[in-house]
Structure formats: structure tokens, C-alpha cells
């Protein structure tokens, strides 16, 4: 391999240094001036990072390559790859057209800011594989090339600066998210320390826990509900899922047109039962870690025909199928166990809006609209409720809404709100969605049409409700334990 | 904030350049610099260190 002499590694360098200032680094200042492009504060930290890595190419141009600047150089490389991802991570996923800033080529600026810095560690790795082990280390002479690279440095590093303090102003202000375009004309300045603001976390927003409906269940006091002076329902029976069932109940539906009952299961079962709960049609255990993540699973709904529906908290979804034709080998990447008599059809992720980084603990089907329903559980990020549809067809989001309250519904103080409810079950009805909270034992009626709650009635006398089924004039909450409650089903 | 950075760097340069026998503080510069831009980006994102998609 040819090696590079120090003479010649310090004039590459050199060029280095001059096109990383001119380029990107003295470009940002020019689209400021020019356009009035004035970068944000993840922006700024990039452009800083550009700035460093010359910066260690000066003092490797003035000092020699020790190895304290060469690992400066990397960790500078590592970090502004990191800035550029991550900054991009908050727009890679928007639609198209929809980046922030002036695109440059058709690529927006943190874009660049990943190649840049991407270069920058080949370039280094590079230089180190062909470098010469002779290194010659003390104070040198930069020479034509090294002093014109360090006055470049010196003026496009003075220019941003004074971008810097018109865009972002003197300490202790920083710079901005949404920062106004550039001017020389002070009354056009905004200096701002909002960015300081915010809440402290790993994740941000996205430290989303997950739900955990016992927990909604400690409270099964409907009188401690957000809205006051509802009406009592009685359970008129109990019934009982005799079939055999691994792990605990986590929502029951049931079929209009045959009776039978579909169950899922805490431990990633799924059961076709009989239309009297004792026994057990078909059985798969899925498993949750093929090709999408399915734990825990949370609801369960017919789709008409033999179509089975099973969601998971996080909105990832598997249809089934009974099907006395199914090859059990053929299953096996689907399904840890199986009676060898269900297909898996699809396995997938509904993405919703309004919804997006909530759980769900319910799944209903409404068979007018062929729409698949869920509604979501509070968090403490994000305390709403919201119930997102999905059209059968091809199983993406048709509407989203949070209900209105009805005029005759009354909150039980200033501060409560229907986002309050956990809703562990849900079916759908002459065009009512009934969802039964396990927090405050409540049953909700949702009229889809208007999207208003049309009334809401207390339970008294359940424990822990996974799942809501209807079958004929009659609702049935399951609970966790595999008990039953019957109750007349309200037409508000 | 930013200015302030820049301003550290252009004395780290100017050291280089001028005082270049000063190595040792222009390298402690640089390395403040450094400190200080990765906390401005990490302010930036209001400290969520990670971006928000799923892990």
C-alpha cells in the first residue's frame, strides 16, 4: 500500500479544511444572507460540529496528526452523524414535499448534514490507512496553502457569527426551533429562550408506557367517574367461559351470523369457542415475534364470513382463518401452537393519526360500514380518547374523531374528561359503539354517525372487564377471569 | 448561545495561528466548544436523546 508523507497528508488536509469551510459551512451563510435562510437550533449544532472538524484539521495543519486530534476528529464525525439522524428522524416520515428548510438538489440541509459528516469519517479513516507512521509532531510552519485555509477559517467562522448573533442573539439566548428568516434589520430579531422549556426524558414523547388494565381496573367505582348522575344497569346473569383457556382472558367477540364466540388470550391464544363458551372449535397460540410485534394481544372481532380479527395494544393486527385445509408446517412461522385447522392471512400494523402513540385494549367491528374500530386508552403523555376506523378493504385509517358529549351528560367536576374512561371492550350495534371502561366501571354509547357519546351507564358489580360482545338485545362484559356479566343492552 | 460558541472557536483558531505555543489552551477550547454544542443539540431536542420513532 502506498503510504502518504506527512507533506502530503497535511496538504490534503489543508484542502480538506478550506472545501468543508467553503462548502457547506460558508454555503449556510450564503443561503442566510442571500435567501434568508436561518437554521434552526439542531441546525446551528450541526453546522458547529462542520466547524470543529476543521478546526482539528488547523491544529493537525499547525501541531502534526497526534492522536488526541485524530480521535477529536472521529468522536466530532460520530456525534454530527448522530445530530444529522437524529434531526432527520423528525422529518424522514412526513409525506412528501413536507421537509423543513430550503432544499439544496432536492435534499433539505440535516440530509446533507448526514452525508457531510458521513464523509468525514471515510475521509479520516481513510487518511489514517495511507498515512505515514513517521509522524512528526511540534509546532510547524502552516505554509501558502495552511494560512489560506486558516484565514478562510477565520473569516467564514467570523460571518457565522454574526448570523449567529442576529439569528439567535447574545448569551443566554439560543437558537430556535422555528426561527424567522434572516435580516439585517433589528427590528425584525427574535431572540428567544424557549428551547430551554420542555420536559426532561429519554424519549420525549414517545415514552409512552404501556397500558396496564388492572391498574385501570383498581378503581371500578362509578362514582368516582368523570361524569356524574348516570344511570344503573343490572347484571341480570353471569355466565362462564368453560372451554379451557391458557392464560387470562384479554377480549371476547362474538359472531351474529353463527353464535360462536372468538377469545384471545394474555398468552398470545386465540380461540373459536361455541355460541355456550364451553367449548373449544379451533386453537393457535400466535407467535408475537414473527415479522410484527403482537404482545400483548388486547382484542378480538369477527369480520364477516370466517374472517377473525386479533389486535394486539400497539395496533398490530393478525387475521385468521378456519380452515380444515391448513398445512400445520406451513403455519409454524405463524403460530407457536395450533389444532392445525386456522390460516393466518395477513399480519400487519394499522397507522392511525389522531391515535398515533396510544394503546388500545379493544377491537369492534361495524359490518354496515365494514369498518374496523379501536378506541384508545389514556396516558400520561397524551390523555385522550379517540376512535380510529379502518375500512376492510384494505385496512387503513377512513376516520378519526374524539366523541362530543351529549347535551344530558354532565361531568362530575371542572377538571374531568371522558379520556379518563379506560375502554377494555367494545361492539358495535345499529350503528352504536358500546365500550365498556374498566376504570369506573362504565359502559359508553358512541353514536357513529354525529360521533357523539350518546349516554353512558354504570355497572355495578364488575371486576376487571377485558371485553364486550353483544348477542341479541343483550351485552356481554368478560372479565379477566373468564365470568360473563349479562346486561340489557340500552338503545339511548 | 451559538454566538458565544463561535466566538470560542474564532480564539481557538486565532491561538493556532498566532500563538500557536498556546496548544494546550486552544485544545481546551476546543473541547469546551465542543461540550457546549452537543448541550445546545441536546436542549434542541429538549433532551430526548433519542428520535422520536420506536425501538
Not at chain 1, 400497539?314 to 400445520?328: F, H, I, M, Q, W
Not at chain 1, 386508552?377 to 378493504?393: C, G, I, M
Amino acid at each position: 500500500m502506498i503510504a502518504l508523507s506527512q507533506d502530503r497528508l497535511l496538504t490534503i488536509l489543508a484542502w480538506i479544511v478550506v472545501a468543508l469551510i467553503a462548502g457547506p459551512v460558508g454555503g449556510a451563510v450564503w443561503l442566510g444572507i442571500a435567501h434568508g435562510d436561518s437554521p434552526c437550533i439542531l441546525c446551528w449544532a450541526q453546522r458547529t460540529s462542520m466547524v470543529l472538524i476543521a478546526l482539528v484539521g488547523l491544529f493537525v495543519l499547525r501541531y502534526g496528526p497526534r492522536r488526541r486530534y485524530l480521535g477529536m476528529a472521529v468522536l466530532l464525525g460520530t456525534w454530527g452523524l448522530y445530530m444529522a439522524l437524529r434531526h432527520s428522524a423528525l422529518h424522514l416520515a412526513r409525506d412528501v414535499g413536507q421537509g423543513f428548510s430550503a432544499p439544496i438538489l432536492g435534499v433539505h440541509t440535516y440530509a446533507w448534514s448526514w452525508v457531510i459528516h458521513f464523509i468525514v469519517l471515510v475521509v479520516i479513516g481513510k487518511l489514517l490507512l495511507l498515512s505515514d507512521d513517521q509522524v512528526v509532531t511540534g509546532v510547524r510552519e502552516p505554509g501558502h496553502l495552511g494560512r489560506f485555509a486558516i484565514v478562510l477559517f477565520m473569516v467564514v467562522v467570523g460571518a457565522n457569527a454574526l448570523q449567529a448573533f442576529v439569528s439567535t442573539g447574545p448569551p443566554p439566548y439560543i437558537g430556535q426551533a422555528d426561527p424567522v428568516r434572516f435580516s439585517l434589520n433589528p427590528r425584525h430579531w427574535v431572540w428567544s429562550r424557549e428551547e430551554t422549556e420542555g420536559r426532561i426524558s429519554w424519549r420525549g414523547s414517545w415514552t409512552i408506557p404501556r397500558p396496564d388494565p388492572a391498574a385501570a381496573a383498581a378503581d371500578p367505582d362509578p362514582a368516582h367517574g368523570p361524569l356524574a348522575g348516570l344511570t344503573a344497569l343490572t347484571i341480570t346473569g353471569w355466565e362462564r367461559i368453560g372451554a379451557p383457556l391458557e392464560g387470562s382472558l384479554t377480549d371476547l367477540a362474538r359472531d351474529p351470523a353463527s353464535g360462536r364466540f372468538l377469545a384471545t388470550t394474555d398468552r398470545y391464544g386465540a380461540y373459536v369457542l361455541d355460541s355456550t363458551l364451553s367449548r373449544a372449535l379451533h386453537r393457535v397460540v400466535l407467535d408475537p415475534g414473527f415479522s410484527i410485534d403482537l404482545s400483548p394481544l388486547a382484542g378480538a372481532a369477527f369480520l364477516g364470513g370466517d374472517t377473525l380479527a386479533v389486535l394486539s395494544t400497539n395496533k398490530n393486527y393478525v387475521l385468521l382463518r378456519p380452515d380444515s385445509t391448513a398445512e400445520a408446517a406451513r403455519e409454524w412461522r405463524r403460530f407457536l401452537a395450533t389444532d392445525g385447522e386456522v390460516t393466518e392471512l395477513a399480519r400487519s400494523r394499522f397507522a392511525t393519526l389522531r391515535a398515533r402513540q396510544m394503546y388500545v385494549l379493544s377491537l369492534a367491528y361495524d359490518p354496515v360500514a365494514e369498518e374496523l374500530i379501536t378506541v384508545t386508552v389514556p396516558s400520561p403523555r397524551h390523555r385522550r380518547l379517540v376512535v380510529s376506523r379502518f375500512a376492510r378493504s384494505d385496512l387503513r385509517l377512513s376516520s378519526e374523531f374524539e366523541p362530543r358529549t351529549a347535551p344530558g351528560l354532565v361531568p362530575s367536576g371542572p377538571d374531568r374528561a371522558l379520556a379518563e374512561y379506560v375502554v377494555t371492550g367494545a361492539v358495535v350495534e345499529d350503528g352504536l359503539l358500546y365500550a365498556v371502561s374498566a376504570a369506573f366501571s362504565t359502559l359508553l354509547v358512541v353514536d357513529l354517525r354525529d360521533r357523539t357519546l350518546r349516554a353512558a351507564y354504570t355497572v355495578p358489580g364488575l371486576a376487571h372487564p377485558v371485553g364486550l360482545a353483544a348477542r341479541g338485545p343483550r351485552l356481554l362484559v368478560a372479565q379477566a377471569d373468564g365470568r360473563v356479566a349479562v346486561v340489557e343492552r340500552p338503545a339511548p | 448561545m451559538e454566538l458565544l460558541n463561535f466566538l470560542i472557536i474564532l480564539g481557538a483558531a486565532w491561538i493556532i495561528w498566532r500563538r500557536p505555543e498556546r496548544e494546550r489552551l486552544a485544545f481546551t477550547l476546543l473541547v469546551v466548544s465542543c461540550l457546549l454544542m452537543a448541550l445546545l443539540f441536546l436542549i434542541g431536542t429538549h433532551t430526548s436523546f433519542l428520535p422520536g420513532v420506536n425501538l
